[in-house]
């Protein structure tokens, strides 16, 4: 078994305390871990698929499995019904109709808000059934960048990399009304990404920090708003406590995306196990998976890591995220809201085009040609590949 946890020890342990009793029980299946550091694991996992060495179980970032699946990596799991139906929808990973992965956990997206800087201005403090509309959180905006105790109303984290843009945006884009891609087929991105109302979204989200309402430089992993330079944080549950512990539980408010017009949304769907397209003992592979995927370990999961079970059974169980638990708001956020990326082997290429067409847009290139230039470009791409067409 491969895994991308190499550099994060609370997790690996809880996949090795599952293995080393999975291991107990099967003696003549036993599974030995291969961790690698995150950065460097899509690497490794493709190098040895082109050499023919894929391990029988990986993991593998929920949004690149229609292409691994498409690329022939992967093969369709063999999991018992009970449990398949048992795990969310964000946390299951289907392509041509067959399921190929499985996820322990899922997170979600929101906003942190400090309530006395909210108090201040009158803001009405928004719910999962009433979240706040484009005109109020514009309004909300404005009247915190008034605050003279902070440098900026918000930070929108664009400091961070890889998924995250695509991630943490798109899903606003989308409440706008526009979209990455034509869903219905991934057949062309033009008239979605480019749409009237994705230019509208790019419109926005450029004046957050032409206006000065958010820095285009923040500090990383949420500085500044634990140092209180900024009232308002776009981040996810996995900052929650931490924020808490250095306001205070009454202070820090967990907020519900915004409702931009078309619905609110978070981006969906996260880290998943596999089975190699190649794999020699894929019954035991999968024997394995659905062992991991008991209560037991989805707990440990959850309080190892922060993020919450994805399966119901499991939550009461939980540190955080039982009833009253200090996250339980993170995950009905998650639940109401999450919105998968486009389950198409295209996608690794969509994310790259949109996020360079975002940071583009954030330095100040012009909307409409940007985005128009980044339909072309997908477009590009899926007829290249013939349109992703499974073999």
């Known amino acids: 078994m491969w895994t991308h946890n190499g550099g994060n020890k609370e997790e690996l342990a809880v996949v ?21 550091p995150q950065a460097a694991y899509n690497d490794a996992i493709a190098a ?20 691994w699946a498409w690329a022939g990596y992967l093969a369709p799991l063999q999991l018992s019904s009970q449990l398949e139906s048992s795990i969310i929808a964000s946390a299951k990973g289907y392509w041509n109709d067959k399921l190929y992965s499985v996820g322990p956990y899922d997170t979600s997206l929101c906003f942190l808000g400090r309530r006395s800087a909210l108090e201040e201005i009158g803001a009405r403090i928004p719910t999962v059934a009433l979240p706040w509309t484009k005109e109020e959180f514009n309004e909300v905006l404005k009247g915190l960048g008034t605050l003279k105790q902070y440098k ?35 057949s062309t991105a033009k008239g979605f990404l480019n749409s009237p109302e994705a230019v509208a979204w790019g419109t926005w989200f450029r004046s957050l920090f ?56 978070v981006g969906g769907g996260s880290w998943q196990w596999g089975v ?34 994805s399966v119901e059974s499991a939550t009461p169980l939980t540190k955080n995220y039982r009833d009253g638990g200090p996250l339980s708001l993170v995950r009905e956020i ?22 360079k067409a975002a940071r583009d847009i954030v330095s100040g290139a012009g909307v ?24």
């Open 152 to 186: 900026y109303a918000i930070d929108m984290s664009v400091a961070d990399g890889a998924e995250w843009w695509p991630y943490a945006y798109a899903p606003m884009l989308q409440s706008f009304g526009g979209d990455l891609i034509d869903r219905r087929d991934f």
């Open 48 to 67: 040895a698929a082109v050499s023919g060495d894929l391990p029988d179980i990986l993991d593998l970032d929920g949004p690149v499995m229609p292409n």
């Open 334 to 355: 998650g639940e109401s809201f999450a919105l998968l990326r486009p389950a198409t082997p295209g996608y690794k290429v969509v994310s790259s085009i949109f996020d």
């Open 276 to 309: 190699s397209a190649t794999s020699k003992n894929p019954e035991a592979a999968n024997k394995f998976i659905e062992f991991l995927m008991q209560d037991r370990y989805l707990v440990e999961y959850s309080n190892a890591i922060g993020n919450f079970p």
């Open 210 to 265: 032409a206006d000065g309402l958010s820095s285009q430089t923040p500090a990383t992993d949420g500085q500044d708003f634990l140092q209180g330079k900024v009232p308002m944080y776009y981040a996810g549950g996995w900052k929650v406590l931490q924020s808490q512990e250095t306001f205070g539980t009454d202070e820090v408010l967990i907020l519900p995306p915004v409702d931009f017009g078309k619905g609110a949304h």
């Open 368 to 391: 409409k040609s940007t985005l128009d230039q980044a339909a072309d470009d997908i477009d590009f791409d899926i007829k290249a590949n013939d349109g992703y067409k499974a073999a």
């Open 16 to 36: 090795q305390s599952a293995v080393n009793a999975f291991n107990q029980e099967n003696p003549d299946s036993a599974v030995r871990i291969e961790a690698f």
